[in-house]
């Protein structure tokens, strides 16, 4: 059983363009909501986390937009470069992130220069 | 401290033999995790220690598989009797503890069962 679904599974964005990755969750116990980008023969990168008493966090490029309600969450990445090319992982956690996280399925990005 | 760092990068091993892999965290981190990623999928938790003691384990670690930390410092993963299915990358992570900031995992060890 899938505890947080994600999509889409490929993304190809012109450069410059924004990217919108999709998260949504079923247990209202999880209350940690990381994004992590992975690229090939490495482990996941901890890129941005929000916690559900915001609807919002923004870190440069990269936006988490929240909605409780709706048991969903999405990545925006502004301005998408190139080098953003990767494999992008949506997750939740209960305990504040202290424990294990349960990971989407991933969506692989492709930025066209 | 460069962060976390796992041994070997590649293994393959034939089918029924024993393998073991390393981890050691970021010194000061007290919460070490064990994750287990197949092609084309997000990581699945297997196991995770609070210092030397092993908290949480899920379902996917089967009898064949046991994990230590015996100083709450590196750990190490053994899964006895390999199998095919075995093959895959397996991530450590550690991170400070509750409420302390995310994970930070590691490069991985993949194994590849022949």
């Known amino acids: 059983q899938q505890q947080v679904k994600q999509s889409p599974q490929s993304l190809i964005v012109q450069k410059g363009g924004i990217s919108i990755i999709n998260c949504a969750y079923e247990n209202t116990a999880f209350d940690y909501f990381p994004w992590y980008q992975q690229f090939p023969g490495k482990g996941p990168a901890l890129l941005i986390a929000i916690r559900p008493d915001v609807s919002e966090k923004k870190e440069g490029r990269f936006t988490i937009s929240f909605n409780k309600s709706a048991k969903q969450f999405s990545l925006h990445i502004m301005d998408s470069q190139p080098g953003d090319s990767a494999t992008y992982f949506c997750a939740a956690s209960r305990e504040g992130g202290a424990n294990n996280l349960f990971f989407g399925t991933g969506t692989r990005l492709t930025v066209i220069p | 401290d460069t962060g976390v760092s796992q041994n070997p990068r590649h293994k393959i091993t034939k089918r029924g033999q024993n393998v073991t892999f390393r981890c050691d965290p970021i010194?000061?981190?007290?919460?070490l995790y064990w994750y287990r990623q197949t092609l084309g999928q997000g990581p699945e938790f297997l196991t995770y220690f609070q210092n030397e003691a092993q908290l949480e384990k899920s379902r996917l670690l089967s009898d064949r598989f046991s994990a230590e930390r015996p100083k709450g410092s590196f750990s190490t993963l053994e899964i006895q009797r390999t199998e095919q299915g075995d093959s895959a990358m397996y991530l450590c992570?550690?991170?400070?503890?509750?409420?302390?900031?995310?994970?930070?995992f590691g490069s991985g060890t993949r194994l590849t069962v022949v």
């Open positions: 992570a550690s991170s400070p503890g509750p409420g302390l900031g995310g994970y930070t």
């Open positions: 010194s000061e981190h007290n919460r």
